[in-house]
């Protein structure tokens, strides 16, 4: 996985999971990336996520200095969820219904 530009004028193409993605393929440089929205099946309050099991996401936000949101929805959203240790905590989550800012781990 990589995050390529998008200015927003760029079409879009529909990806096998009906998420649209940008068409370029100009790979962005990482040490550029300041912010980045990760869907989630569900998650925690204190960050940790549920995705689909395959560890992109974590593989990709591994050493990168960003900013990392979290999108579920409110009905996903649970007090905890089980963590290892390659698992990559999220910043702020997003719900319809309210943001949560997690507190960074000591």
């Not at 940008?22 to 440089?29: F, H, I, T």
């Not at 996520?49 to 649970?78: E, H, N, P, W």
Request: net charge negative; hydrophobic share 35%; proline share 8%.
């Amino acid at each position: 996985m990589y995050a390529v530009r998008y200015t927003g004028e760029e079409p879009s193409l529909e990806s096998p999971w009906g998420i649209p993605r940008p068409a370029g393929s100009e790979q962005a440089p990482t040490h550029r990336i300041d912010t980045v929205i990760v869907p989630m099946l569900g998650g925690a309050r204190d960050g940790h996520r549920i995705g689909y099991g395959k560890g992109y996401y974590d593989t990709f936000l591994q050493g990168l200095q960003a900013i990392r949101i979290g999108v579920t929805y409110q009905a996903c959203l649970i007090d905890s969820v089980l963590s290892e240790p390659h698992d990559i905590r999220m910043d702020i989550l997003v719900t319809e219904e309210e943001i949560v800012r997690t507190e960074t781990p000591v």
